[in-house]
């Protein structure tokens, strides 16, 4: 009996080893040329290669550069879930807010709408509605804003305050972004929206069914509508959840298109909606006291 305990420990143990792998075999990768395979990661090396086991108990060793994403809400084992987490980089703004960010075309943008109340040196955005040029951010139900981040009109989203209103700029201002961020011009918005392109279908519930525009930068567009104020203060609401995104580039509506007067009213923000149709970014004449909402790009 005696001689049997270790075969009988052994077997016990294997039992035990078998259960726990099931348990850890339940990430899913999924690679570029479309293949998506049931793995457990072993090992990985962010910007280098991934090790994985799949369930027969092959390994496999893929370079990052194929790898497109592991699946989400999956459960990774212990000793591999940090090196994981390590694919998504981020970006934490003043107020611990952290956002997700990929490079897209050669340019770092953020994938999640901004959130922040304060700008990157501390100052507090003023909240509220109002027809006016000072800087606002729009604070609608709380629970939309992790979903979908804040609505900022266009003083509060560049940093201008009245005095500036009519004077045009051109180039990069950090606006409401973090430090070493800026606002998206109109032209690099141009050039992200094609590869964004690609993955866009016609959505009856935008919201639902299209959480993100997949490229092969992942970028992320969430619906969050534009506070729209056709009559000023009349909507203390989202509007167009679902429908619409809008984000604001710091780009004023050049001279040669309107005069001094409608360049203070007017900036341009990148219109999206779930259609496949366009091949380039539609970016539209918005008015500044619109609050809608912003991503950032990194400096270079």
């Known amino acids: 009996m005696k001689k049997l305990l270790p075969v009988l420990m052994l077997l016990v143990f294997t039992a035990m080893s078998v259960v726990m792998y099931a348990q850890t075999v339940i990430n899913i990768l999924y690679l570029k040329n479309g293949s998506v395979i049931k793995c457990n990661v072993l090992e990985m090396e962010i910007d280098k290669q991934i090790k994985i086991e799949t369930a027969d108990g092959s390994v496999f060793v893929y370079p990052m550069s194929d790898v497109l994403k592991i699946g989400k809400n999956m459960t990774l084992q212990s000793n591999a879930s940090q090196s994981a987490r390590s694919v998504e980089k981020t970006i934490t703004d003043i107020d611990g807010n952290v956002y997700r960010i990929r490079e897209i075309n050669g340019l770092t943008w953020m994938i999640d709408n901004l959130k922040t109340k304060h700008y990157a040196d501390g100052t507090k955005i003023s909240s509220g509605i109002t027809t006016s040029f000072t800087p606002y951010l729009y604070y609608p139900n709380d629970e939309y804003i992790d979903k979908y981040g804040l609505l900022y009109n266009w003083a509060a ?109 007017y900036a341009e923000a990148f219109y999206c909606i779930p259609l496949d149709m366009y091949t380039s970014a539609p970016l539209l004449p918005t008015h500044k006291y619109t609050a809608i909402s912003v991503r950032c790009i990194k400096d270079y």
């Open 157 to 265: 989203a560049v940093r201008l305050d009245n005095s500036e209103q009519i004077k045009y700029f051109n180039g990069h201002r950090q606006g409401v972004c973090p430090e070493g961020w800026h606002m998206p011009t109109a032209n690099e918005f141009r050039e992200a929206f094609p590869i964004l392109a690609k993955k866009v279908q016609k959505k009856k519930e935008w919201a639902e069914q299209v959480e993100e525009i997949r490229s092969d930068s992942m970028f992320s567009v969430k619906s969050a509508g534009g506070f729209n104020l056709p009559y000023p203060g009349s909507k203390n609401k989202y509007n167009k959840i679902g429908e619409v995104s809008l984000f604001w580039t710091c780009t004023q509506l050049p001279h040669e298109i309107g005069s001094m007067i409608r360049e203070r009213f």
